[in-house]
């Protein structure tokens, strides 16, 4: 088995190193068009591996056929979103990008899991399963399980108990209308309006989306989040444990919508994508996720598919 990350930046350095920590597979393969980025890469991670007495091998390569039998490929690849810009600004640019990365997929490593990081999350991860050709349940994207991370967080904030102890959902666009689901988040298994109040219920709400532009204000790129987020999807997968994890995955019905793929909870396991979990949302939940889908299929819209 092995497992291929496209894309050696900060994100895909940190995917890489967040496998080898969990000890995912024995071969990780970083690849990347900039000559000599993977191969250093590897190596500074070996090093924190081997230090740690961790057996995983990364590898560095600039060449596609290095990709070849691929079990698992995360597509990383694609320009990074800037200061002020949407992840919808991204679209056009990185449509070209994963559009080529995606055939050079297709052509080595064809029944691959492939795991979408690429801006914008949820177009892309439409555009790369139509392109791919592969059945639904093999391409997910990364988006809401990152987005879970901060909504997590922020709960912890606000009730100063254990990150541990603390359950949270985050579905819809992998953007400007993601839904943190406060009514469906707990403390051990206890409704988080138990501990806080409805104002500081929607503080958490708004916080949770916006702060992704100011961790991109304050230092240039969100990393290790989305490293680890994509990590848990792959350990979910690899180890078939059957976590339930915000995905954007492709809707046939599900939710009332059709043909979009859009962040809601599935079940991974070596299936990949195994069963999409419907929630009864109210009416306050249902009109940010119809804005959400309905942005999705505008995005889709403009792809050259």
């Known amino acids: 088995m092995t497992i291929t990350i496209i894309g050696s930046g900060k994100v895909g350095a940190s ?28 190596m500074d991670i070996n090093h924190q591996l081997s230090e740690r007495g961790f ?10 056929e290095d990709v070849r039998d691929s079990d698992y490929v995360v597509l990383v690849a694609g320009v990074g979103r800037k200061p002020g810009m949407t992840r919808m600004d991204l679209l056009k640019i990185n449509a070209g990008i994963v559009k080529d990365v995606v055939s050079k997929v297709a052509l ?75 009514r469906f988040s707990s403390i051990g298994g206890i409704p988080l309006h138990e501990f806080i109040s409805k104002d500081k219920a929607m503080e958490i709400f708004e916080k949770t989306r916006k702060v992704a532009a100011e961790v991109i204000a304050l230092k240039g790129a969100t990393v290790y989040a989305p490293g680890n987020a994509v990590a848990n999807m792959l350990e979910s997968a690899i180890r078939d444990k059957k976590l339930v994890i915000p995905v954007s995955t492709l809707l046939e019905g599900e939710y009332g919508f059709y043909d979009v793929c859009i962040g809601v909870p599935v079940i991974i ?18 009109e940010i996720f119809s804005k959400g889908a309905a942005s999705v299929k505008e995005a889709i819209r403009a792809l050259p598919l």
């Open 269 to 286: 396991g070596a299936g990949g994508v195994e069963r999409i979990i419907e929630l009864k949302l109210d009416s306050f939940e249902q």
């Open 55 to 64: 057996d995983t091998i990364v590898r560095g390569s600039n060449n596609y």
């Open 15 to 42: 995917a890489a190193l967040n496998c080898g920590l969990r000890e995912l597979d024995r071969d990780i393969l970083l690849l990347d068009i900039v000559q000599g980025l993977p191969q250093g890469e590897a």
């Open 108 to 182: 080595y490593a064809k029944n691959a899991t492939v795991v979408v990081v690429t801006n914008p999350l949820d177009p892309m991860t439409y555009f790369t399963l139509k392109t791919l050709g592969a059945k639904k349940n093999k391409v997910m994207g990364m988006g809401g399980m990152l987005d879970l991370s901060r909504f997590k967080s922020f709960i912890r904030d606000a009730t100063n108990i254990s990150r541990s102890s603390i359950q949270a959902m985050v579905i819809s666009e992998h953007g400007e209308n993601m839904l943190p689901l406060t």
